[in-house]
DNA sequence: AACGCCTTCAACCGCATCACC
DNA sequence: GGGTGATGCGGTTGAAGGCGT
């Protein structure tokens, strides 16, 4: 797009991991000549990649401003908040994590995640079924739109004591608060004072862009769009119960 | 030390969409 | 409107390293 079709050479392709030097060459050549159209990338900077590959790379590893190394606990409720609502639209989550890229949410999420939300289940499970002789459940949840929620492998309540369900309760405050343009949200006060804050949090909660796409940004698109809108709205009728951020509707 | 299994994560692949001719 | 190429996205693969036996 905006890149005319170049005459192929249809050069052999080199696969595999980056060696630091290719990673250089693209990088140097990135930062220098831009990236208007990819498939000349590797040409012009002497790389014997395809221009996927490089762009790949590129927005994967080499650009500037990614956060590497560990999810930080509120990154993870985000993941988890905004995987219950969107499914796997990686691209879309990463939208709402500055610094963060899809690839690297996506296997975060199959390698621990996932398995986070499957053991909390498993836990609920026997818990239920243990008593299910006085199921409390109530009628709405037992029926077929209520599979929605769990389905989606939905963290009901999390497995960290110290971190009751967050997520919810983020969301409905991000949502409420995105709306007044309110203060910082309880769930935040508790500390958060880690060397992402400023990267992370303040961002979000003032609604600006952080480098290529910022947490408030994101999250603006996210209440930009009906679709969501709808399933949020959704959600929070059949399990309301367990949002304490008001005000939504 | 050697082997096998498991987990993680970078990279590839296929498909959908978009833009241009 | 159809063909072609570029880009973006999500699913999948495979190399590498960790860990237990």
Redesign the pocket.
């Known amino acids: ?6 005459d ?1 050479p249809k050069a052999k392709h ?5 060696s630091p030097e290719e990673d250089l060459k693209l990088k140097n050549y990135v930062l220098k000549h831009g ?5 000349s990338v590797p040409i012009n900077a002497g790389l014997q ?1 395809n ?3 490089c ?3 590129w ?3 080499l650009r500037p401003g990614l956060k590497r190394g560990m999810f930080t606990p509120q990154e993870d409720d985000v993941i988890l908040s905004l995987h219950h609502l969107l499914g ?5 989550i990463a939208q709402s994590l500055p610094g963060r890229i ?3 949410i ?3 999420w ?3 995640l996932k ?1 986070r939300i499957a053991k909390v289940e498993n836990l609920e499970a026997q818990h239920t079924s243990s008593t299910s002789e006085s199921s409390e459940l109530p009628q709405n949840l037992t029926d077929q739109s209520a599979s929605f929620v769990t389905d989606q492998a939905v963290p009901m309540h999390f497995d960290l004591p110290q971190r009751s369900p967050l997520p919810k309760l983020l969301f409905a405050e991000w949502l409420s608060l995105d709306k007044e343009g309110g203060s910082k949200p309880a769930a935040y006060s508790d500390g958060y004072n880690q060397a992402s804050a400023s990267s992370f949090e303040d961002p979000f909660m003032n609604g600006f862009v952080f480098n290529e796409g910022g947490f408030g940004t994101g999250l603006q698109d996210l209440l930009n769009d009906a679709a969501v809108n709808q399933l949020f709205k959704f959600e929070f009728q059949i399990s309301g119960n367990d949002f304490i951020g008001s005000g939504w509707e």
Do not use: A, Q, V
Not at 1 to 6: H, I, L, T, V
Not at 88 to 92: G, L
């Open positions: 797009m905006g890149c005319k079709p170049s192929k080199r696969k595999g991991l980056w990236h208007l159209c990819w498939s990649r221009g996927k590959s762009r790949l790379r927005i994967n590893y796997n639209k990686w691209s879309r899809d690839n690297e996506k296997n975060y199959h390698s621990y398995k």
